[in-house]
């Protein structure tokens, strides 16, 4: 089965460019998440997605970051303009709707897109 | 969801078993224990969880205190590729069936294996 599919996995831009990456969970996954993860910190989770729809984005700085998932498959997300505190590591992570993963905490990550802001 | 307290750091010697502890006392009766652990520059990785009894799979043994205030993960013979950032985490999952549930990381433990 493949894995939770990140790109790019680095990225170098300059404080007020914009800035993308993209996730493609594993097939039939339904609950997508993307996690901010800073130097020497545990992840911290941005956004939740169940199929299409936002579960929780509570913690997303919502002035410079968005998140999609159109068709409740892959999904982006976006920084503009990026400061110096957004270089982390982004990670994508998945859940599937059914069967013994489906309500647990068993997540699947990606290796995560690392960024970099000077 | 419930607070987790790791040791910073461990160090465990080649082929001993490593002990991690997890401190939980604030934990609810419907919360379950959650390990993951981060190899560098890779995604964290799901090791085991467990609600009240001990659980053992392929990869580490989880034993749960009778009260629930505490954990211990246990990888029995450690070796360097287990060198890592182990994550402890209390979980509770969305009432109803519904997968809404949410994982809340700490700082987790750096357990550094030697040869």
């Known amino acids: 089965e493949a894995g939770v599919a990140q790109s790019p996995r680095y990225k170098i831009i300059e404080k007020r460019q914009s800035v993308a990456f993209w996730c493609n969970p594993i097939?039939?996954?339904?609950?997508l998440y993307w996690y901010q993860q800073i130097l020497g910190q545990g992840p911290k989770l941005l956004i939740q997605?169940?199929?299409?729809?936002?579960?929780?984005d509570s913690q997303l700085p919502k002035d410079r970051f968005s998140a999609e998932r159109l068709k409740g498959v892959d999904s982006t997300l976006k920084i503009q303009p990026a400061k110096l505190e957004d270089s982390a590591v982004y990670l994508c992570?998945?859940?599937?709707?059914?069967?013994?993963?489906?309500?647990?905490?068993?997540?699947?990550f990606g290796e995560g897109s690392r960024l970099t802001v000077l | 969801d419930a607070k987790t307290t790791q040791p910073p750091s461990m160090d465990c010697a080649e082929g001993r078993a490593a002990n991690l502890p997890c401190n939980h006392s604030?934990?609810?009766?419907?919360?379950?224990v959650y390990w993951y652990r981060q190899i560098h520059s890779q995604g964290p990785q799901y090791i085991i969880h467990?609600?009240?009894n001990n659980e053992t799979n392929e990869m580490a043994s989880l034993i749960i205190t009778e009260d629930r205030k505490s954990s211990t993960l246990i990888l029995p013979h450690a070796t360097l590729r287990d060198t890592a950032v182990y994550y402890c985490?209390?979980?509770?999952?969305?009432?109803?069936?519904?997968?809404?549930?949410?994982?809340?990381f700490g700082q987790g433990t750096i357990l550094t294996v030697h040869p």
């Open positions: 992570a998945s859940r599937p709707a059914s069967g013994r993963a489906s309500n647990t905490g068993e997540l699947f």
């Open positions: 097939s039939g996954h339904a609950t």
């Open positions: 997605f169940q199929n299409n729809g936002v579960v929780d």
């Open positions: 604030t934990i609810s009766g419907n919360e379950y």
């Open positions: 467990g609600l009240k």
């Open positions: 985490i209390v979980y509770r999952a969305n009432a109803g069936g519904t997968s809404y549930g949410k994982l809340t």
